[in-house]
């Protein structure tokens, strides 16, 4: 499975929208993106996944470039609780040999 | 609507003892898993199983041995805790590969004296 890059820690401020990057240039054609975020003390949460197009969904929103080597998740409105270490994982969804690897991720800190 | 729980949430042993943690889901998923993390090392795979007595070794499994005769359910047992075993458990499972959607447990916190 291909490895990401995420910055180590970003801030925002509430209300407003928190993108969180992420580099994965060595993604295979069959590999998907996937973002997990884990709130203090508690198991990781599925946000998002996406192949090539742009998703969308209740939580979150997740720009894939069109080489899809880097992609966005994106909180349109953050809130407090959004507080969290923010993973991007790379997998091949539907095989035997697609494994999550979760790497230190992104501390996302939102601010009153 | 359980989905997935663990027991205990929080557990303390002595050096020797054997101890068990217990995973359950609801949702009737092939695959489950355990992770444990720790400070400056993330999430790392214990083991998983694909199906019922079907399972497999991940990257940290030495010193843990799991079971899973029934669907839902996946224990984790340290046959002779060590105070490097001190860490926090999670469980998880996803419908039909190890690469789906996978939805994981509130956590067991181990502390091994």
């Known amino acids: 499975d291909a490895k990401t890059t995420q910055p180590t820690s970003m801030d925002c401020a509430e209300g407003r929208a928190a993108n969180l990057p992420c580099n994965h240039s060595t993604i295979s054609g069959n590999e998907y993106v996937y973002w997990y975020r884990q709130i203090h003390s508690q198991g990781p949460q599925y946000i998002i996944h996406?192949?090539?197009n742009n998703e969308t969904n209740e939580m979150a929103s997740l720009i894939i470039t069109e080489d899809r080597k880097s992609s966005t998740l994106i909180l349109p409105h953050a809130t407090l609780r959004d507080t969290a270490v923010y993973y991007c994982i790379v997998t091949r969804r539907g095989s035997t040999l697609g494994r999550l690897y979760f790497g230190r991720g992104t501390q996302l800190t939102v601010w009153p | 609507d359980a989905g997935i729980t663990q027991s205990p949430r929080y557990k303390i042993t002595e050096t020797g003892r054997q101890v068990t943690l217990m995973c359950h889901q609801t949702w009737s998923h092939s695959y489950m898993f355990w992770y444990r993390q720790d400070l400056g090392h993330g999430l790392r795979l214990i083991y998983y199983s694909a199906a019922a007595d079907i399972t497999d070794k991940g990257e940290v499994s030495d010193g843990y041995v799991v079971s899973r005769s029934k669907t839902e359910n996946f224990p984790l047992t340290l046959e002779s805790a060590t105070r490097s075993q001190t860490s926090v458990y999670f469980c998880?499972?996803?419908?039909?590969?190890?690469?789906?959607?996978?939805?994981f447990g509130p956590g067991t916190r181990l502390t091994v004296l």
């Open positions: 998880a499972s996803s419908e039909s590969s190890p690469g789906d959607t996978q939805y």
């Open positions: 996406g192949l090539k």
